[in-house]
């Protein structure tokens, strides 16, 4: 083992830090982040329609056979709160590339050393130049929805990284209006970017006009047939979300943030179908994806990366160590709202042999068994929404497929059999010297 990790150290870290640290990527994954406050506000309000409020979701199917609660209660909340939260859905998830596509480009922009505002925003216009004026028979000024919904969340992506890399392109060659040195920074920043701004916004104009002209076609919905419905499909086989499962928790078994490093992939592949399957439940249709970007966290990683929290209970149903005890007890609460760094940097799980198999190999085994349970045999309801990433392990399936009870008792299945698959390893490492106690 000592040698199998040596090994891994020596050819797969590199390489793992060169990926993490690619300036695409990394501005991809932090630009995602920073859309997380408005993602959450459209998440929590779609969660309060679909759980509560609606006549047809899981609470309100039960209050609404009270005739003083479906007469009274219910025609106010259709009347109020339900199309208060449909607005924030619309304006915080329904057109969220317009979002990602500024934030990834200020983040790439930053990473080029050039101002990230001025870049997010011009990419945000490459992106609108782009756009058909008009949307089928509707006339000049309907745009069509699907130029800003799931459908174009890689088109967005790619503008945003094209039309930064072209702007700062620009203004490394020196095509800049300068300013003398008396006006104000904000000013000259300004003027500086007028020319690599208009540079840039004629490139795509012209691309988004051939486009429509030769190909008959807007550039959003040809990178949609061409790139993101593809990738979406393969992130559909049970074998890629098994691989990146895999290939997570080999990164975090030698320290790094495993998940962080895939982000990148995990949301160009399976946010599109997130955004679209809770696009089809707001037109009142079922949701077609069975493997979404939190299908992940609910049903493989119970307590954070690894199943960590299905590792706290054998410890406290098996251990034997007063370390590994006391860690447990600590790490307990932190681990029932997805947060396992105690876990993992306190046991260690980081290159600990005994724990290896497990920690790797849980959350894949779950997943698998999940995406069975969901796709092949239709036991529980596909997931639509995205809770909070530190709602607790079960109750985030039931909010997550707006109170399916099948999903919930799947994930609360899957954290059992990973309790059950660490219980042989917490007593191996029972037999382990307690090099604490002998210390004392």
Known sequence: MESFSNTMER????????????RHLAAIKDGFI????????GAIATMFNHVFFLSGSVVGE????????????????????????GQIWWGCLAVGVLFSTFTIAYNLAKNLGEEGAIAGIIALASYMVITPQSAGE??????????????????????????????????????????????????????????????TLIVFASVGVIFMEAIGMPLQEWINDMLQTPLTRLGQSPISMVFLAFLAQLLWFFGLHGLMIIEPALNLMYGPATAANLELVEQGLEPAYVITRNFFDVYG???????????????FLVGKKASHKSLAKLSLAPGIFQINEPMVF??????????????????AICLLIAWVFTAVIPFAGLIYMSPPWTTPPVIDAFLATGGDWGATILAAVTFILAIFMYLP??????????YDAEAE
Not at 11 to 22: D, E, R, S, T, Y
Not at 172 to 178: L, M
């Open 62 to 85: 039960l209050l609404n056979r009270m005739d003083w609660y479906a007469n009274t209660i219910q025609p106010f909340l259709e009347s109020t709160l339900i199309p208060v939260m």
């Open 11 to 22: 050819v797969f870290l590199p390489i793992a830090h060169k990926v993490g640290n690619q």
């Open 346 to 363: 306190g046991l260690p799980l980081v290159l600990n042999p005994i724990m290896a198999i497990p920690f790797i190999f849980v959350p």
């Open 138 to 199: 509707a006339g000049w000024g309907f745009i069509s929805w699907t130029s800003f919904n799931s459908t174009a969340i890689f088109a967005g992506l790619m503008t945003a990284l094209l039309a930064t890399e072209l702007y700062c392109w620009i203004k490394r060659r020196g095509w800049v209006i300068k300013m003398p040195d008396s006006v104000p920074p904000t000013v000259s920043k300004s003027f500086s970017a007028v020319i690599p701004a208009g540079l």
């Open 301 to 315: 990683m119970h307590g954070g990366s690894g199943s960590t929290l299905a590792l706290i209970v054998a410890i």
């Open 34 to 41: 920073m859309t997380l406050p408005i993602a959450l506000a």
């Open 425 to 434: 390893f917490v007593l191996i490492a029972n037999r382990e010297p307690d």
